[in-house]
Nanobody, 126 residues
Framework: QVHLVESGGGLVQAGGSLRLSCAAV????????MAWFRRAPGKEREFVAA????????YYGDSVKGRFIISRGSAQSTVYLQMTNLKPEDTAVYYC???????????????????WGQGTQVTVSS
């Protein structure tokens, strides 16, 4: 059984920062793609950031560029999302995702990823 476990969500004021963590349990994701998505109430799931281990490529959604940073932990199957200058519109449930394959074709698409965490709530107050 593969599980992705997110942590680090919470309530923060606008302009503040949070760091989300995602740990994979059950298998290693060396050279696999891992990503963060989010879903705000009443909206579709939105791509936030992705890391492709095989070549080190990093991708960000337009709404978070310059504010969020995705990084890899020292453990092969850990990924972080450092969020700064948070805005009320960043309020959402944030999901970690992992690709079963090392061949990542569409790193910004939710359909690329087979494994998903349960989500962690991030609430930004104005």
């Amino acid at each position: 059984q593969v599980h992705l476990v997110e942590s680090g969500g919470g309530l923060v004021q606008a302009g503040g920062s949070l760091r989300l963590s995602c740990a994979a349990v059950g298998r290693a994701f060396s050279n696999h793609g891992m990503a963060w998505f989010r879903r705000a109430p009443g909206k579709e799931r939105e791509f936030v950031a992705a890391f492709r281990w095989s070549d080190g490529s990093i991708y960000y959604g337009d709404s978070v560029k310059g504010r969020f940073i995705i990084s890899r932990g020292s453990a092969q199957s850990t990924v972080y999302l450092q969020m700064t200058n948070l805005k009320p519109e960043d309020t959402a449930v944030y999901y970690c995702a992992a690709d079963k394959s090392t061949v990542v074709i569409r790193p910004t698409s939710e359909y690329e990823y087979e494994y998903w965490g349960q989500g962690t709530q991030v609430t930004v107050s104005s």
